[in-house]
């Protein structure tokens, strides 16, 4: 973890398949032992988790999101859209974690604004060392904005 940093990263995942979500944590539990990951199952059930609304009036602000794209009652697109035109969290970074490879995805991930786009390896072992490999990467060496400090 980044010296600079004092306390642990707040990380929001968004993604419908478990096993999917269960892969992303077993990679942030090795990259980043000290990240705290939440999980949102849907679209609409992040949002409501970014705006701290219901079950989440104290649910952090997170430092990172990671944001699948294919997915029921509110899809990643239509999140990632709402996140960045949100004065309160468009400075979070956004990486789409997907299935899709599609060049339309691509390039609607980018025109809102995604700060990254990984597709989603297909094999158990790929998928493991993408997570990994991703964790570390955006734990260990990026600057993330609610993670630093004016002081």
């Known amino acids: 973890m980044n010296a600079a940093r004092s306390r642990p990263p707040e990380i929001l995942l968004v993604d419908d398949n478990p096993g999917d979500a269960r892969l992303v944590a077993e990679g942030f539990r090795t990259a980043a032992p000290a990240a705290k990951l939440s999980v ?3 679209g609409a059930e992040a ?13 952090p602000t997170p430092d990172l999101i990671f944001l699948d ?11 990632l859209a709402e996140v960045k035109q949100d004065p309160k969290l468009r400075s979070i970074p956004v990486v789409v974690l997907t299935s899709s490879d599609a ?8 025109d809102l604004h ?13 998928f493991r060392k993408a997570t990994t490999a991703l964790s570390q990467f955006w734990l ?6 609610g993670m630093v400090s004016d002081g």
């Open 114 to 126: 995604a700060n990254c786009y990984v597709t989603k390896p297909m094999d158990l072992a790929g």
């Open 47 to 59: 949002m409501n988790y970014l705006r701290g609304e219901g079950k989440y009036s104290a649910a």
């Open 69 to 79: 794209l294919r997915m029921p009652r509110k899809n990643g697109f239509e999140v």
């Open 40 to 42: 949102a199952r849907n």
């Open 140 to 145: 260990a060496f990026v600057k993330l904005p």
């Open 103 to 110: 060049p339309q995805d691509i390039r609607m991930a980018y």
